[in-house]
C-alpha cells in the first residue's frame, strides 16, 4: 500500500495546532522568565491551577476575536502581527483586572511589564515561525480533480479563493478526451492511463470527483478509482470537500439536489437547546436595549446634525416561516429614499448619510432590533431578514431560496460574520450558501463562533 510521506493537516487540525502551541509557546516563555528573572506575579503551581486555566482560556477567546486563528490572517505576517498586538495587550488587561480568578496585582509595575513581554515575544516568534516554514510548505495539499473541461475554471476558484494551501495541480477530464489547454496554466491535463503513475510521483494528498453525470465515470476510470483506493490514496466527492473548506452549502453546484445535504440540524427541533436559546436570547435583548439607552443622546444628536430627519424607521422583512414582521432601525439614509422604488443598498451607497455610514460601521443602527428579539420576531443568531420584495425577486431566480425561512432570521449570522455586504442576486447566492451551512450544522458552538466573529466584525469597523 502506497503511504504518502506528506503530512497535510486539515483546517480544523490547523486550528487546533494554533490554540495548542500559543498556549504552549506562551507557558513556557512564562516559566523561563520566571526562572531567569525576579518575575513572581505569574507562578506555575498546583494549588493556583486555575491561574494557568484561566490564562489558557483568555488566549483563545481574545485570540479567535482578533482573528489570530483566521487562517488567511495567520498565513499573512503584516495581518498575523496586527492580530498578535491585540491579543496580547486585550488578554494582558482582561488578566489583570480579574484578581479573583487570577494573581493579586503586583506592586511592582517591571512585574506588567515583564508579563506582557512574555506573551507578546512568544507569540510573535511562534507565529513567524508557522508563517515562514509550516504555513508556506507543510500544509499545502495536493489535489487531483475528476471533471467535465467546462466546469474546471469555477470548480478550482471555489476551494483555493478559501484555503490557498489547497493545491489543484491536475485534472482528468471526464468527458475522456486529453485536454491540454486549460485556463489554469498550472493545473495539468491527465490520461486516463497516467493517471495512478502522476497520482504517486506528485504526492497527490487524494483525488476529487466533481462530474455531475453518472454515465461520464466511465468502467475503465472507475476501475482507475477503486485501484487507486485500495492502495490508500483519499477519494473523495466536491461537494463534500467544499462545503468542509468553505464551510457553506454549495447550492450553486448541486442545483435541485439539495435535499442530499440534509436533514437539518438536530438543534432545530431540540427542545432544550431551542429554550436555552430563547432564555437566551430574552436576557440579551434586555442587556441590549439598556446599553442602547447609553447611545441614545450621541445617536439622537448626530441624527439632527447629519441625517436632518426621522429618527427611526420600520420596514417589512419576511420571518420564520415565511410570516411578516416589521423589523425596527436607527434610520441611516435620506428621506424617501425609495421614492422610486425598492433596491439593494450597495456599497458607498449615496443614499446613506455620512452619519448613517457611522451607525452602520459600528452596528449601533441595529440596536433598536432588540426591540424585535423581545417580541420574538427574530433571534440574535439566523439569517438576515430580507425584504418581501427581494425574496419574491431572488426565489424567482434561485432555487430553494426560501429554505432559509425554516427558522427565524438573526441580527447576526454565518453569513454576516464571513461575507461583505451583498448588493446583487450573486451576493445573495453566497449568503444563501452560508445560511443552508448554519441551518444544517446549527449548534451551540457554532453559535459561540458567530458570536466571537461578530465582536470582531464590530471591533475592525466592518460594519456596511
Same mark, same amino acid.
Given at each position: 500500500?502506497?503511504?504518502?510521506?506528506?503530512?497535510?493537516?486539515?483546517?480544523?487540525?490547523?486550528?487546533?495546532?494554533?490554540?495548542?502551541?500559543?498556549?504552549?509557546?506562551?507557558?513556557?516563555?512564562?516559566?523561563?522568565?520566571?526562572?531567569?528573572?525576579?518575575?513572581?506575579?505569574?507562578?506555575?503551581?498546583?494549588?493556583?491551577?486555575?491561574?494557568?486555566?484561566?490564562?489558557?482560556?483568555?488566549?483563545?477567546?481574545?485570540?479567535?476575536?482578533?482573528?489570530?486563528?483566521?487562517?488567511?490572517?495567520?498565513?499573512?505576517?503584516?495581518?498575523?502581527? /496586527?492580530?498578535?498586538?491585540?491579543?496580547?495587550?486585550?488578554?494582558?488587561?482582561?488578566?489583570?483586572?480579574?484578581?479573583?480568578?487570577?494573581?493579586?496585582?503586583?506592586?511592582?509595575?517591571?512585574?506588567?511589564? =515583564?508579563?506582557?513581554?512574555?506573551?507578546?515575544?512568544?507569540?510573535?516568534?511562534?507565529?513567524?515561525?508557522?508563517?515562514?516554514?509550516?504555513?508556506?510548505? &507543510?500544509?499545502?495539499?495536493?489535489?487531483?480533480?475528476?471533471?467535465?473541461?467546462?466546469?474546471?475554471?469555477?470548480?478550482?476558484?471555489?476551494?483555493?479563493?478559501?484555503?490557498?494551501?489547497?493545491?489543484?495541480?491536475?485534472?482528468?477530464?471526464?468527458?475522456?478526451?486529453?485536454?491540454?489547454?486549460?485556463?489554469?496554466?498550472?493545473?495539468?491535463?491527465?490520461?486516463?492511463?497516467?493517471?495512478?503513475?502522476?497520482?504517486?510521483?506528485?504526492?497527490?494528498?487524494?483525488?476529487?470527483?466533481?462530474?455531475?453525470?453518472?454515465?461520464?465515470?466511465?468502467?475503465?476510470?472507475?476501475?482507475?478509482?477503486?485501484?487507486?483506493?485500495?492502495?490508500?490514496?483519499?477519494? /473523495?466527492?466536491?461537494?463534500?470537500?467544499?462545503?468542509?473548506?468553505?464551510?457553506?452549502?454549495?447550492?450553486?453546484?448541486?442545483? @435541485?439536489?439539495?435535499?442530499?445535504?440534509?436533514?437539518?440540524? @438536530?438543534?432545530?427541533?431540540?427542545?432544550?437547546?431551542?429554550?436555552?436559546? @430563547?432564555?437566551?436570547?430574552?436576557?440579551?435583548?434586555?442587556?441590549?436595549?439598556?446599553?442602547?439607552?447609553?447611545?441614545?443622546?450621541?445617536?439622537?444628536?448626530?441624527?439632527?446634525?447629519?441625517?436632518?430627519?426621522?429618527?427611526?424607521?420600520?420596514?417589512? &422583512?419576511?420571518?420564520?416561516?415565511?410570516?411578516?414582521?416589521?423589523?425596527?432601525?436607527?434610520?441611516?439614509?435620506?428621506?424617501?429614499?425609495?421614492?422610486?422604488?425598492?433596491?439593494?443598498?450597495?456599497?458607498?451607497?449615496?443614499?446613506?448619510?455620512?452619519?448613517?455610514?457611522?451607525?452602520?460601521?459600528?452596528?449601533?443602527?441595529?440596536?433598536?432590533?432588540?426591540?424585535?428579539?423581545?417580541?420574538?420576531?427574530?433571534?440574535?443568531?439566523?439569517? &438576515?431578514?430580507?425584504?418581501?420584495v427581494f425574496v419574491t425577486e431572488i426565489a424567482e431566480v434561485m432555487p430553494f431560496y426560501e429554505t432559509r425561512h425554516v427558522m427565524k432570521p438573526g441580527l447576526t449570522g454565518w453569513a454576516q460574520v464571513n461575507y461583505s455586504y451583498g448588493d446583487s442576486i450573486e451576493d445573495s447566492l453566497v449568503k444563501l450558501q452560508y445560511d443552508l451551512y448554519y441551518i444544517k450544522h446549527r449548534s451551540i458552538f457554532l453559535d459561540i463562533d458567530i458570536v466571537i466573529?461578530?465582536?470582531?466584525?464590530? =471591533?475592525?469597523?466592518?460594519?456596511?
Amino acid at each position: 500500500m502506497y503511504k504518502n510521506k506528506k503530512i497535510h493537516f486539515e483546517v480544523s487540525e490547523r486550528k487546533i495546532l494554533l490554540k495548542v502551541f500559543d498556549v504552549f509557546f506562551v507557558f513556557l516563555s512564562l516559566f523561563f522568565v520566571s526562572y531567569f528573572f525576579d518575575f513572581k506575579y505569574f507562578r506555575f503551581s498546583t494549588t493556583n491551577y486555575y491561574w494557568t486555566l484561566v490564562l489558557a482560556l483568555y488566549l483563545n477567546i481574545f485570540g479567535s476575536v482578533f482573528e489570530m486563528y483566521n487562517l488567511q490572517v495567520a498565513s499573512s505576517q503584516f495581518q498575523i502581527i /496586527r492580530s498578535i498586538i491585540l491579543t496580547s495587550s486585550t488578554t494582558v488587561l482582561f488578566y489583570l483586572l480579574t484578581p479573583i480568578y487570577t494573581p493579586f496585582l503586583p506592586s511592582n509595575r517591571l512585574q506588567i511589564v =515583564l508579563f506582557f513581554v512574555s506573551i507578546f515575544s512568544s507569540l510573535l516568534l511562534w507565529r513567524i515561525f508557522y508563517v515562514k516554514f509550516l504555513a508556506s510548505h &507543510r500544509f499545502v495539499k495536493k489535489v487531483v480533480l475528476v471533471c467535465d473541461k467546462d466546469q474546471l475554471e469555477e470548480l478550482v476558484l471555489g476551494l483555493i479563493t478559501i484555503d490557498p494551501h489547497y493545491k489543484i495541480i491536475g485534472f482528468v477530464n471526464s468527458d475522456g478526451d486529453l485536454f491540454t489547454e486549460t485556463k489554469k496554466s498550472s493545473i495539468v491535463s491527465i490520461s486516463l492511463n497516467d493517471l495512478e503513475n502522476y497520482v504517486r510521483n506528485n504526492h497527490v494528498s487524494e483525488i476529487v470527483i466533481a462530474s455531475q453525470k453518472t454515465e461520464a465515470i466511465t468502467v475503465s476510470l472507475y476501475n482507475q478509482l477503486i485501484h487507486l483506493l485500495e492502495n490508500g490514496f483519499a477519494i /473523495r466527492e466536491y461537494t463534500q470537500v467544499y462545503e468542509e473548506i468553505t464551510q457553506r452549502i454549495p447550492v450553486h453546484y448541486v442545483s @435541485r439536489d439539495f435535499y442530499r445535504y440534509f436533514p437539518f440540524s @438536530r438543534s432545530n427541533q431540540n427542545q432544550f437547546y431551542l429554550s436555552f436559546v @430563547r432564555i437566551s436570547e430574552i436576557l440579551f435583548s434586555l442587556i441590549g436595549l439598556t446599553v442602547g439607552l447609553l447611545f441614545v443622546p450621541l445617536i439622537f444628536l448626530g441624527n439632527i446634525i447629519g441625517n436632518r430627519g426621522s429618527l427611526f424607521y420600520s420596514q417589512e &422583512r419576511v420571518g420564520k416561516n415565511g410570516s411578516i414582521f416589521k423589523i425596527y432601525k436607527y434610520r441611516t439614509m435620506v428621506q424617501n429614499a425609495e421614492i422610486n422604488g425598492a433596491v439593494f443598498t450597495t456599497v458607498n451607497d449615496s443614499r446613506i448619510t455620512s452619519f448613517g455610514k457611522f451607525l452602520r460601521k459600528t452596528r449601533l443602527d441595529e440596536f433598536p432590533q432588540f426591540l424585535n428579539i423581545l417580541k420574538g420576531d427574530m433571534g440574535i443568531i439566523g439569517p &438576515r431578514p430580507e425584504r418581501p420584495v427581494f425574496v419574491t425577486e431572488i426565489a424567482e431566480v434561485m432555487p430553494f431560496y426560501e429554505t432559509r425561512h425554516v427558522m427565524k432570521p438573526g441580527l447576526t449570522g454565518w453569513a454576516q460574520v464571513n461575507y461583505s455586504y451583498g448588493d446583487s442576486i450573486e451576493d445573495s447566492l453566497v449568503k444563501l450558501q452560508y445560511d443552508l451551512y448554519y441551518i444544517k450544522h446549527r449548534s451551540i458552538f457554532l453559535d459561540i463562533d458567530i458570536v466571537i466573529k461578530t465582536f470582531s466584525t464590530v =471591533l475592525f469597523y466592518r460594519g456596511q
